[in-house]
T-cell receptor, first 114, second 111 residues
Framework: KAGVTQTPRYLIKTRGQQVTLSCSPI?????VSWYQQTPGQGLQFLFEYFSETQRNKGNFPGRFSGRQFSNSRSEMNVSTLELGDSALYLC?????????????FGPGTRLTVL | QQPVQSPQAVILREGEDAVINCSSS?????VHWYRQKHGEAPVFLMILLKGGEQKGHEKISASFNEKKQQSSLYLTASQLSYSGTYFC????????????FGKGTLLTVNP
């Protein structure tokens, strides 16, 4: 079974630009969660999608948004990039929503904002 | 609210044991444990559910004290491959799923 894939793996943007990151979950998984990872804060929850519906959102500004398509693939968008948005963005998929199942993480997208 | 992990870092020699703790100020429905090696994605280790059910690796053990809202991960007879950053993730239940991770514990196992 193919794992979670994320594209692109690396991105360099400048302040003010916007960026779209993509995540393809494991086949059959309907839940996709997004996390921001930085050295100081660890893994910070962004949002979770299940069957195209956002079920929960973390404490991030409205510049961070996402969506999920009917094939469970998900995208997240960050508009008006700031230097502090530089981080590793991880997505994770799970077969069901809820805390009873393990999450499978993708390799992440490393975003650098200059 | 982010769970608190302790210690922040620990250095072991091969064969030694370690305990990593995770505590929350909120009532917990489940606790997840993941390990992340440098430059790699986090990998699932274990889930502990309210009520005592556990899912995870046979060689790694953990405990979940629901009343104290705490969980501990026990690494025995450590191997070099155990090195990495360990994260606990807590879920407080309710109708929506949200996993909140601690800042991690860096474990280094030396020969």
């Amino acid at each position: 079974k193919a794992g979670v894939t994320q594209t692109p793996r690396y991105l360099i943007k400048t302040r003010g630009q916007q960026v779209t990151l993509s995540c393809s979950p494991i086949s059959g998984h309907r839940s996709v969660s997004w996390y921001q990872q930085t050295p100081g804060q660890g893994l910070q929850f962004l949002f979770e999608y299940f069957s195209e519906t956002q079920r929960n959102k973390g404490n991030f500004p409205g510049r961070f948004s996402g969506r999920q398509f009917s094939n469970s693939r998900s995208e997240m968008n960050v508009s008006t990039l700031e230097l502090g948005d530089s981080a590793l963005y991880l997505c994770a998929s799970s077969s069901v929503a809820g805390g009873q199942n393990e999450q499978f993480f993708g390799p992440g997208t490393r975003l650098t904002v200059l | 609210q982010q769970p608190v992990q302790s210690p922040q870092a620990v250095i072991l020699r091969e064969g030694e044991d370690a305990v990593i703790n995770c505590s929350s100020s909120k009532a917990l429905y489940s606790v997840h444990w993941y390990r992340q090696k440098h430059g790699e994605a986090p990998v699932f280790l274990m889930i502990l559910l309210k009520g005592g059910e556990q899912k995870g690796h046979e060689k790694i053990s953990a405990s979940f004290n629901e009343k104290k809202q705490q969980s501990s991960l026990y690494l025995t007879a450590s191997q070099l491959s155990y090195s990495g950053t360990y994260f606990c993730g807590t879920e407080s239940g309710g109708s929506n799923y949200k996993l909140t991770f601690g800042k991690g514990t860096l474990l280094t196992v030396n020969p």
